[in-house]
């Protein structure tokens, strides 16, 4: 496994991510163990959740689930750079959601009581909150380092202005700020290429791009017809809209002889201002298959076909829309 700083901080994670968002919904308890002890056994050292994941308001049931495989002896919870998340709707009331200092804090306390550890490795924001000034997050977060709740703080589906925003209130208060964005980055859906990206390498933030096989529109869906069957209504939908365009996709990784999921993720881990894709394995199968894209590399013209059939954004802004 090949290991890089996650952004500018110390901190070495490796270069793909464990998504952990299947577990309870889609892998079962014990198939959920049998994924994470994998992804040691492969030197994957990198775990990412969120609070809400289990979709059961409230429960935060992967939370869970990971809670009570870091019990298990073999030191699991030392080897893991665990990541998890504040923001979305744990409860009825107005305080159980977004990033008030009340709910950050409250947040904080569940996850780590569900997770059955001391401490969060990258407390990220899962979205950018309009409503809350940043000294009342940064005070929380600050408030949460010094108590050792959390060691590093990252961010999730901001724009290349929040991000801004954010450093330079955390400067102002001499505290590190963000370390890391988790952003939406395939080879569909290349706006982050604009704004969020150049931002966050001109920060010194790394990046953890999520769902980089486009909810399986990316991983040869047209030979696949379980693909189909699983893929939900919103990929369904696109599929047919792009059949063309993943036609031609397939087609050409036909011809290099890869698959296209491990194209796909092969494309996302090539940009440098990427720290480590997010993969979301349902099984053990699926994520050892993973490891192949870490192995291909891309020439100029294998760069150029691509962006051929999958236009980008024209590069960074301005320059991309304007002289």
């Not at 490795?121 to 380092?145: C, K, S, V």
Request: hydrophobic share 40%; net charge neutral; proline share 4%.
């Amino acid at each position: 496994m090949q290991y890089v700083h996650l952004g500018r901080s110390g901190l070495k994670v490796s270069r793909l991510c464990l998504g952990c968002m299947n577990f309870g919904p889609e892998a079962s308890e014990a198939e959920s163990f049998r994924i994470m002890d994998r992804a040691l056994e492969h030197g994957i050292n990198f775990f990412d959740t969120a609070n809400v994941y289990g979709w059961k308001v409230g429960e935060g049931v992967t939370e869970q689930i990971m809670g009570r495989w870091f019990m298990q002896a073999g030191g699991r919870r030392e080897k893991v750079v665990l990541a998890t998340k504040v923001y979305g709707r744990m409860g009825d009331w107005p305080n159980q959601s977004r990033l008030s200092a009340v709910h950050i804090r409250r947040a904080c306390e569940d996850s780590l009581r569900r997770l059955k550890t001391d401490f969060i490795d990258l407390y990220q924001m899962h979205h950018i909150d309009r409503e809350t000034p940043w000294e009342e997050i940064w005070q929380a977060m600050e408030q949460l380092h010094r108590e050792g709740k959390i060691v590093y703080a990252g961010s999730s589906n901001f724009a290349g202005w929040h991000i801004a925003q954010a450093q330079e209130a955390a400067k102002a208060r001499h505290f590190m700020g963000l370390v890391s964005e988790q952003c939406l980055y395939n080879l569909t859906a290349r706006t982050v290429e604009l704004e969020v990206l150049p931002a966050c390498e001109a920060y010194g933030i790394g990046v953890i791009p999520y769902s980089p096989l486009a909810g399986g529109l990316l991983g040869g869906m047209l030979g696949q017809a379980t693909g189909r069957r699983r893929a939900s209504e919103e990929v369904q939908k696109e599929l047919v809209e792009r059949r063309v365009q993943i036609e031609g996709y397939e087609k050409l990784c036909s011809e290099w002889g890869e698959r296209p999921a491990d194209v796909a993720l092969a494309w996302v881990l090539q940009h440098q201002a990427v720290t480590a894709p997010i993969i979301g394995p349902r099984t053990v199968e699926q994520l050892d298959g993973s490891l192949r894209a870490l192995e291909i590399t891309f020439s100029r013209e294998t760069r150029r076909r691509l962006d051929e059939l999958f236009p980008g954004p024209g590069g960074s802004a301005p320059e991309a829309f304007a002289w």
